[in-house]
């Protein structure tokens, strides 16, 4: 109906479709009281914005806000607990020699921020790689403690530090503290919505020359505006094309990007890229 209207972009009405925004969607009424406390001061700050605006781009922006806190509830509870951090430990040695390693051999690690560590599989790569001072990111208080527990407050000469975000921002992180930011396996399956809004704390948080590693989905060149949780492979709707947007949005380069398909263990070609990051 919203489509037939003509009234609204396109595109933010296939993400209300995928999402299933409406009586029926079953994730969206499932977390709808989370979802409503989440998004308050989003939407109030919206709402102080209002007038230069018309009612459409209103509408569009309070979705979208919707559709990320969404989005982060649903794949916070898809990686509580379970045998994958288990098994993924088993495919580590072979990511890092091939996919990783090589792409930041020369990083400066004096302060490195990992988002979403699942159980610290990869944390336990960088501490390898000479790490000075680590903060651990991850929206699952679940996955912190296991990584508190593995590396404790100090390991091998690097001082820890461990947060639990909203799933979206990262307030704990000082402005230009960090040299280099850091994801792997985890982006590839947050919205887009959710890639914007830790980019701009990236650009935030990142000293200038700072450098970072972010792997994430590419699989909205095949699927724009669709639903993670229904994708192959769980990827969400970032591409790399859109992953350069955003960050000439908030003011980042990207200075390498290289896409990963079955030569790299993936599902199918092209499902993911491994984008090389700097600020200015
Ligand atoms: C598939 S696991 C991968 C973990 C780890 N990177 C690895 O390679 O083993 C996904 C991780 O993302 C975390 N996560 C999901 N949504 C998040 C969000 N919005 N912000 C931060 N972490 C998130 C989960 O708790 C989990 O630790």
Redesign the pocket.
Same mark, same amino acid.
């Given at each position: 109906m919203l489509r037939d209207e003509g009234r609204f972009d396109p595109e933010i009405v296939s993400r209300i479709e995928s999402h299933e925004i409406g009586a029926a969607g079953h994730a969206v009424n499932h977390f709808a009281e989370e979802i409503s406390q989440a998004s308050a001061s989003e939407l109030r700050d919206l709402a102080a914005r209002l007038s230069p605006k018309s009612p459409e781009d209103v509408v569009t922006e309070a979705l979208d806000i919707i559709i990320k806190k969404k989005s982060?509830f649903q794949?916070?509870d898809a990686?509580t607990e379970g045998g994958?951090?288990a098994d993924?430990e088993l495919g580590m040695d072979w990511q890092w020699e091939n996919l990783i390693e090589p792409y930041i051999k020369d990083a400066d690690l004096s302060t490195v921020l990992e988002?979403?560590?699942?159980?610290g599989? #990869?944390s336990a790569k960088l501490l390898g790689q000479g790490a000075k001072e680590l903060h651990l990111?991850?929206? #699952?208080q679940t996955?912190i403690d296991a990584c508190r527990n593995r590396f404790g407050e100090q390991y091998d000469g690097c001082k820890m530090h461990y947060h639990v975000?909203a799933?979206?921002s990262l307030p704990f992180i000082a402005n230009q503290s960090l040299t280099f930011v850091y994801s792997?396996?985890?982006m590839v399956?947050?919205d887009r919505s959710?890639i914007l809004a830790y980019l701009r704390e990236f650009a935030r948080a990142m000293r200038p020359g700072a450098t970072g590693y972010i792997h994430h989905s590419n699989y909205g060149a095949i699927a724009p505006n669709s639903d993670w949780a229904k994708n192959i492979g769980n990827r969400s709707d970032m591409s790399a094309g859109l992953f350069r947007d955003y960050c000439a949005e908030v003011g980042l380069e990207v200075t390498d990007q290289r896409l990963h398909g079955r030569a790299e263990q993936r599902g199918i070609d092209d499902l993911d890229c491994a984008s090389l990051i700097r600020k200015p």
């Amino acid at each position: 109906m919203l489509r037939d209207e003509g009234r609204f972009d396109p595109e933010i009405v296939s993400r209300i479709e995928s999402h299933e925004i409406g009586a029926a969607g079953h994730a969206v009424n499932h977390f709808a009281e989370e979802i409503s406390q989440a998004s308050a001061s989003e939407l109030r700050d919206l709402a102080a914005r209002l007038s230069p605006k018309s009612p459409e781009d209103v509408v569009t922006e309070a979705l979208d806000i919707i559709i990320k806190k969404k989005s982060i509830f649903q794949c916070r509870d898809a990686h509580t607990e379970g045998g994958y951090y288990a098994d993924a430990e088993l495919g580590m040695d072979w990511q890092w020699e091939n996919l990783i390693e090589p792409y930041i051999k020369d990083a400066d690690l004096s302060t490195v921020l990992e988002l979403a560590p699942g159980h610290g599989r #990869n944390s336990a790569k960088l501490l390898g790689q000479g790490a000075k001072e680590l903060h651990l990111v991850d929206v #699952n208080q679940t996955c912190i403690d296991a990584c508190r527990n593995r590396f404790g407050e100090q390991y091998d000469g690097c001082k820890m530090h461990y947060h639990v975000t909203a799933g979206d921002s990262l307030p704990f992180i000082a402005n230009q503290s960090l040299t280099f930011v850091y994801s792997f396996d985890s982006m590839v399956h947050f919205d887009r919505s959710i890639i914007l809004a830790y980019l701009r704390e990236f650009a935030r948080a990142m000293r200038p020359g700072a450098t970072g590693y972010i792997h994430h989905s590419n699989y909205g060149a095949i699927a724009p505006n669709s639903d993670w949780a229904k994708n192959i492979g769980n990827r969400s709707d970032m591409s790399a094309g859109l992953f350069r947007d955003y960050c000439a949005e908030v003011g980042l380069e990207v200075t390498d990007q290289r896409l990963h398909g079955r030569a790299e263990q993936r599902g199918i070609d092209d499902l993911d890229c491994a984008s090389l990051i700097r600020k200015p």
